[in-house]
């Protein structure tokens, strides 16, 4: 997984609430086991039309925010089902952060194991940062997970609460594969051991 330690991009703003699993990847492309390539159908039924062609109106599509790095969107983002392939598709789309009032619990978590950092913040701080997003090309934003602060393209700066352990893996790149690599050697000793103590095992 890819280390998250400074992000600067521009911010789309997508002041939608209650924005559900399915919204963000459609069932249709739940086949894969593959982390890459849910990128091209992310927001799929918001941005295209059943011909395929581009819906000019949605927020990704416009020049300004197709290389948007960063989502400030309405609360209770990623609600719905558990889908994994909804922090897959924002990522391998570009988007490596999401501001929000709240998240639904499963998929806040899995942002966390897929180098996304969600970060939750009181509606009148979303609010200046939807506002901040709205400038287009100019929305660059600045999200410092070491100092946990969020500066706007005026320079203003927000600071956000993560939790340590969360914060921790996120930095050092660790997801529960990773973590678990971490005991390699503890692991291997132990394997050891219990292969000469029993080895009909």
Same mark, same amino acid.
């Given at each position: 997984? *890819?280390?998250?330690?400074?992000?600067? %991009?521009?911010?789309?703003?997508?002041?939608?609430?209650?924005?559900?699993?399915?919204?963000?990847?459609?069932?249709?492309?739940?086949?894969?086991?593959?982390?890459? %390539?849910? %990128?091209?159908?992310?927001?799929? =039924?918001?941005?295209?039309?059943?011909?395929?062609?581009?819906?000019? +109106?949605?927020?990704?599509?416009?020049?300004?925010?197709?290389?948007?790095?960063?989502?400030?969107?309405?609360?209770?983002? %990623?609600?719905?089902?558990?889908?994994?392939?909804?922090?897959?598709?924002?990522?391998?789309?570009?988007?490596?952060?999401?501001?929000?009032?709240?998240?639904?619990?499963?998929?806040?978590?899995?942002?966390?194991?897929?180098?996304?950092?969600?970060?939750?913040?009181?509606? +009148?701080?979303? *609010?200046?940062?939807?506002?901040?997003?709205?400038?287009?090309?100019?929305?660059?934003?600045?999200?410092?997970?070491?100092?946990?602060?969020?500066?706007?393209?005026?320079?203003? =700066?927000?600071?956000?609460?993560?939790?340590?352990?969360?914060? *921790?893996?996120?930095?050092?790149?660790?997801?529960?594969?990773?973590?678990?690599?971490?005991?390699?050697?503890?692991?291997?000793?132990? =394997?050891?051991?219990? =292969?000469?103590?029993?080895?009909?095992?």
């Amino acid at each position: 997984m *890819d280390k998250f330690t400074k992000l600067s %991009g521009v911010a789309a703003p997508m002041p939608l609430v209650n924005i559900d699993t399915d919204m963000i990847i459609p069932k249709q492309f739940l086949k894969t086991i593959k982390r890459s %390539g849910l %990128g091209a159908n992310l927001f799929d =039924e918001m941005r295209f039309n059943q011909d395929g062609s581009e819906i000019p +109106e949605f927020v990704l599509n416009q020049p300004a925010y197709r290389e948007a790095k960063i989502l400030v969107a309405g609360d209770n983002f %990623g609600c719905g089902s558990s889908r994994e392939h909804a922090p897959w598709a924002l990522a391998d789309f570009g988007i490596r952060c999401v501001i929000s009032t709240s998240f639904a619990d499963i998929f806040f978590n899995n942002c966390f194991k897929n180098g996304i950092l969600p970060i939750v913040l009181p509606q +009148e701080e979303v *609010d200046k940062l939807m506002d901040d997003a709205q400038r287009g090309a100019n929305a660059v934003v600045s999200v410092d997970l070491e100092s946990q602060t969020i500066t706007g393209p005026d320079g203003g =700066e927000i600071s956000f609460d993560v939790d340590p352990f969360k914060k *921790d893996c996120l930095l050092n790149g660790l997801d529960d594969i990773g973590l678990t690599m971490k005991k390699a050697e503890a692991i291997d000793t132990f =394997e050891a051991r219990y =292969e000469a103590q029993a080895p009909w095992a």
